[in-house]
Structures are given as C-alpha cells and as structure tokens.
C-alpha cells in the first residue's frame, strides 16, 4: 500500500519560515518523481513544486519561485519542501504526490497558516 504522510505545517506569521516532510513508503521512492500540491478553501489544487527521482530536476510554480525549495533524500525515502518568506495567501492544506504504476497517490496533508 502507497503512504505519504506530510507533516511540519502550523501556524507562522508573514516573512516566516516553514519546512515540510513527506515520508513514503509501499513503493520504490528512488524511482519516483515527487510533487507537492496545496489546496486552499474555495479554491482549485494547485502543483507547488516537484523533483526527478534523483533530485536533479525542479520545477516551480510561478508563485513560490525563488521562495521554496524542493528537496529529497532517497535514503530516508523523504521529499521536504522548504518555504521562506511566507505570504498569507500561502494558507493551504499541502500534499504530497507520487504516480507510481499508473496510479496517482495522494496522502495526509499538512495544514500551513500564515497569519498575523
């Protein structure tokens, strides 16, 4: 069984700082793209960030560049998305994501609040 529990959300003030963790296990991690999505109320999930399963390869959403970074250690079969600089309308539920044999995976989020 796929399992990706997200945690290391909370509640931050603007300009703050936050690093989430992904741990993942019933499949093979080192051979899996990771992604992190978010989905805040009343609005559509939207794709954060994602890596290549050697961590080679990153992509962004335009929002976040320049501002987070994905990482990932294949040892500790962990993907982490470090977020600097918080804006309050960075409030979402985050997610991590896999597609591993043709099925997307979907597990237990984190909720991020920023807020004075």
């Known amino acids: 069984q796929v399992r990706l529990v997200a945690s290391g959300g909370g509640l931050v003030g603007p300009g703050g700082s936050l690093r989430l963790s992904c741990a993942a296990s019933g499949f093979t991690f080192s051979s899996a793209t990771m992604n992190w999505y978010r989905q805040a109320p009343g609005k559509e999930r939207e794709r954060v960030a994602g890596?290549?399963?050697?961590?080679?390869?990153?992509d962004y959403a335009d929002s976040v560049k320049g501002r987070f970074t994905i990482s990932r250690d294949n040892a500790k079969n962990t993907v982490y998305l470090q977020m600097n600089s918080l804006k309050p309308d960075n409030t979402a539920e985050y997610y991590c994501?896999?597609?591993?044999?043709?099925?997307?995976?979907w597990g237990k989020g984190t909720l991020v609040t920023v807020s004075s």
């Open positions: 994501n896999t597609r591993v044999y043709g099925v997307e995976n």
């Open positions: 890596i290549s399963p050697a961590g080679i390869i990153t």
